[in-house]
């Protein structure tokens, strides 16, 4: 009897109808449900209720099978939405040993100007 090796390192997800994936197939039902309360359930006129239709027909077929760069469209929303939430910008400098000992110790750093500074850049002479 021979024995053949099964691959379970692929990252491919499995086809459950008409080759979409299970992903695929969920958001095409609830999308097209969608699309049918649009058209039939609105007391609009035949052509805004068409229109609507078509619309959330587009949007489902876009969201379940287009896929930019090999990623969905929800994980690129994903990705966006991390963007937006980091910070933009970055302060870098050079750390010594002590600071890295002191940061050691404690989490956050309080940094006070000497008082020679704000006296300097106040123009104030008294001490």
Known sequence: ?????????????DKAFAGLTMRQLMVAIIGLALAYSAMSEAPLPLAVRLAAGATVLLMTAATSLWQP???????????????????RVVVWRVR??????ADE???FEVLLPDR??????SGSTHR
């Not at 009897?1 to 997800?13: A, D, G, K, Y």
């Not at 760069?69 to 937006?84: K, M, N, P, Q, T």
């Not at 010594?96 to 000992?101: I, P």
């Not at 020679?116 to 850049?121: A, F």
């Open 1 to 13: 009897m021979q024995r053949h090796e099964v691959p379970t390192h692929l990252n491919i997800e």
């Open 69 to 87: 760069a090999g990623r969905s469209l929800e994980d690129w929303a994903f990705v966006l939405l991390r963007y937006i939430s980091i910070p």
């Open 96 to 101: 010594t040993s002590g600071e890295v000992a």
């Open 105 to 107: 110790e404690a989490r």
């Open 116 to 121: 020679d500074e704000v006296d300097t850049q």
